[in-house]
C-alpha cells in the first residue's frame, strides 16, 4: 500500500475519532481517486457515495458538485455508463450554475458535451459546446477553450462537414 493511502486511512480514522467530520468528505473522495487508478471502481463509487452524503449533510454544495463530477467520470471513462455519467454531469452543472462559477460551468459543458457524442446525441453537443466556448472567451480563458473547440470541430466530421471540422482544429491550434 502507498503512503498515500496510508495517510488517507489515518486522516480518515483521526477524524472519525474526533467527532469533527469537517473534512472526512475531502477524504473519501481523495481516497477513492487512488481507488479508481488501482482499477477498483466499485469501492471507488462507494467511497464517493459515501463522499457525497457527509456533504449533503453539510450542505457543502461545492464539494457536492466535485462529488457528481467524480462519480460523472468513473461512469463514462471507467464503465461506460453514459447515461448515468450525464445525469451526475448535470447536476454538477445545475450546482456549478447557482454558485455562479462560469469557468466551472464551461468546464461541464464540454464534458457534457463529450457524453452527448458517446449517445450520439449531436444536437445537444454542439449546444454546450457553444455555450462552453463563449463563456471561456467571456473568462479569457482560452487555453481551456482549445480542447472544446477541438471538441465542437468533430461534430462537423460526424456530419461529413471535413472542412468545418479542419477550420475549427485549426482555429484551436492557434490558440
Do not use: P, W
Request: aromatic share 10%.
Amino acid at each position: 500500500m502507498d503512503s498515500a493511502v496510508l495517510s488517507l486511512k489515518k486522516a480518515i480514522e483521526i477524524d472519525l475519532n474526533s467527532g469533527d467530520s469537517s473534512q472526512l468528505s475531502k477524504l473519501y473522495s481523495r481516497m477513492a481517486y487512488h481507488t479508481r487508478k488501482k482499477g477498483n471502481f466499485s469501492e471507488a463509487l462507494k467511497l464517493l457515495y459515501d463522499a457525497l452524503m457527509i456533504a449533503k449533510n453539510k450542505n457543502d454544495q461545492y464539494r457536492i458538485m466535485r462529488c457528481y463530477t467524480d462519480l460523472g467520470l468513473i461512469y463514462k471513462v471507467y464503465l461506460d455508463d453514459y447515461e448515468r455519467s450525464l445525469e451526475y454531469g448535470l447536476k454538477a452543472l445545475e450546482i456549478a450554475e447557482e454558485l455562479g462559477n462560469e469557468v466551472a460551468i464551461a468546464d461541464f459543458c464540454n464534458n457534457i458535451g463529450n457524453t452527448y457524442l458517446f449517445l450520439d446525441r449531436i444536437e445537444e453537443a454542439e449546444e454546450v459546446f457553444l455555450r462552453a466556448i463563449d463563456l471561456y472567451k467571456k473568462n479569457n480563458k482560452e487555453s481551456e477553450m482549445v480542447n472544446t473547440i477541438i471538441n465542437y470541430g468533430s461534430i462537423f466530421g460526424t456530419r461529413g462537414d471535413l472542412q468545418s471540422a479542419i477550420d475549427e482544429f485549426k482555429i484551436a491550434y492557434q490558440i
